[in-house]
C-alpha cells in the first residue's frame, strides 16, 4: 500500500488549496478514505471522511469550508479547502481504511501553512 499527498503550501488567510493523495498497491473503490491534521502539539483529528459509497462526513471546525471527493479511475482522493484559517495549518495525512477495519494506511503528510 502506498499513499502520495500533494498539494499543501503556504497559504493566506481566507484562501484556497487543493490536496490530493494518490493510491496504489490496494483496490482503491473498496477503500474508505479520510483526511486527517495534525497540528504542532496536538493529537491528529480527522478532517473529512468518505466511504467506499460516497457517504461523506466532516467536523464542524471544517463544515461548509472542506470539500473531500474521489476518483475511483484514478485512485486518487481530493481534499477541497477553502476559506482557510490560521488554525487549519498542519500536516495533512491521507488515510485509507480496508472494508471491515477498524485501523487504516497513512501517507507520508503534507503540510499546509495559513498565514499572512
Known amino acids: 500500500v502506498q499513499l502520495v499527498e500533494s498539494g499543501g503550501g503556504l497559504v493566506q488567510p481566507g484562501g484556497s488549496l487543493r490536496l490530493s493523495c494518490a493510491a496504489s498497491g490496494f483496490i482503491f473503490s473498496t477503500y474508505a478514505m479520510s483526511w486527517y491534521r495534525q497540528a504542532p502539539g496536538k493529537q491528529r483529528e480527522m478532517v473529512a471522511y468518505?466511504?467506499?459509497?460516497?457517504?461523506?462526513n466532516y467536523p464542524d471546525s471544517v463544515k461548509g469550508r472542506f470539500n473531500i471527493s474521489r476518483d475511483n479511475a484514478k485512485s486518487t482522493v481530493y481534499l477541497q479547502m477553502n476559506n482557510l484559517k490560521p488554525e487549519d495549518t498542519g500536516v495533512y495525512y491521507c488515510?485509507?481504511?480496508?472494508?471491515?477495519?477498524?485501523?487504516?494506511?497513512w501517507g507520508q503528510g503534507t503540510q499546509v501553512t495559513v498565514s499572512l
Open positions: 468518505i466511504t467506499s459509497g460516497g457517504s461523506i
Open positions: 488515510n485509507a481504511l480496508p472494508p471491515r477495519q477498524w485501523s487504516g494506511y
